[in-house]
T-cell receptor, first 113, second 113 residues
Framework: GIQVEQSPPDLILQEGANSTLRCNFSDSVNNLQWFHQNPWGQLINLFYIPSGTKQNGRLSATTVATERYSLLYISSSQTTDSGVYFCAVERYLSGGSNYKLTFGKGTLLTVNP | EAGVTQSPTHLIKTRGQQATLRCSPISGHTSVYWYQQALGLGLQFLLWYDEGEERNRGNFPPRFSGRQFPNYSSELNVNALELEDSALYLC????????????FGEGSRLTVL
């Protein structure tokens, strides 16, 4: 199956700093999502971005599908940005039903005041 | 609009018992997915239901089963509980088929003693 690698595994920042999280995947994908897992375990949707660039406030994401990677940018980080960031990808076969959104292991972000 | 809702929030069982977890998708969504997040193991795909049928299954033993009801809600049953079944169980929904963005509920935390 498709492999998803996220880097770095851990990241510690001071409040106000910027950061870039990376997601590499091993095959072409039809779906790519970024999530933030809050301290209570819920996965919060950040971006649905199989290709292109999107921005939402201080966060933005870029997926270069042809080169099989996606980047999540966090600018002017805040303590509330702390948590685990997951990238998840899907590759489905035409006419098949073998759907599976595959998650990376995540990046644990800690933003200190 | 209500998001994905899961119940119970927490569940404590003993080895050998059965656990039932429930999920209500976002209104209009026909696909429901179940994921297991055990400590140190990341998010593992369990089951996908669409239009009342099981469409795909992850690498879990048969004692993990479920169903989807006519109103698209779903339940996950875990029989003959083992200690390693202790995990956060996350349910997600999407518009259905192979496409689209997944939205997750807050999860049900199962503890097996």
């Amino acid at each position: 199956g498709i492999q998803v690698e996220q880097s770095p595994p851990d990241l510690i920042l001071q409040e106000g700093a910027n950061s870039t999280l990376r997601c590499n995947f091993s095959d072409s994908v039809n779906n790519l999502q970024w999530f933030h897992q809050n301290p209570w375990g819920q996965l919060i949707n950040l971006f649905y971005i199989p290709s292109g660039t999107k921005q939402n406030g201080r966060l933005s994401a870029t997926t270069v599908a042809t080169e099989r990677y996606s980047l999540l940018y966090i600018s002017s980080s805040q303590t509330t940005d702390s948590g685990v960031y997951f990238c998840a990808v899907e590759r489905y076969l035409s006419g098949g039903s073998n759907y599976k959104l595959t998650f990376g292991k995540g990046t644990l972000l800690t933003v200190n005041p | 609009e209500a998001g994905v809702t899961q119940s119970p929030t927490h569940l404590i069982k003993t080895r050998g018992q059965q656990a039932t977890l429930r999920c209500s998708p976002i209104s209009g969504h026909t696909s429901v997915y179940w994921y297991q997040q055990a400590l140190g193991l990341g998010l593992q795909f369990l089951l996908w239901y669409d239009e009342g049928e099981e469409r795909n299954r992850g690498n879990f033993p048969p004692r993990f089963s479920g169903r989807q009801f006519p109103n698209y809600s779903s339940e996950l049953n875990v029989n003959a509980l083992e200690l390693e079944d202790s995990a956060l169980y996350l349910c997600a929904s999407s518009l259905g088929g192979y496409h689209g963005e997944l939205f997750f509920g807050e999860g049900s935390r199962l503890t097996v003693l």
